[in-house]
């Protein structure tokens, strides 16, 4: 279908000023990673995508950054907890 094309670094510039806004640090690795999964989340727009966060978006954030899902998982399991926690 035709349709406006998104723009992937008009939408990953719009995600990562929401998260300096929310004070993540991009220093830090486990934010790369939420962005990085955010950003493909929404220019797939997938259903269910959220449902399969393990066999989409882990693999494709893993892949990116030459590391398994199972480390995505954990790392970002623990960030997001860390942030949620101390901020």
Excluded: A, C
Aim: overall charge positive; cysteine-free.
């Amino acid at each position: 279908s035709k349709g406006v094309k998104v723009d992937e670094e008009f939408i990953r510039k719009k995600v990562r000023k929401i998260l300096e806004n929310f004070n993540f640090d991009f220093k830090l690795i486990g934010t790369k990673y939420l962005l990085e999964s955010i950003v493909y989340s929404y220019l797939t727009r997938e259903t269910y995508l959220f449902e399969n966060l393990e066999k989409q978006i882990y693999p494709y954030v893993s892949q990116k950054y030459n590391v398994t899902p199972s480390n995505i998982l954990l790392l970002l399991y623990y960030y997001i907890k860390k942030i949620y926690f101390f901020q």
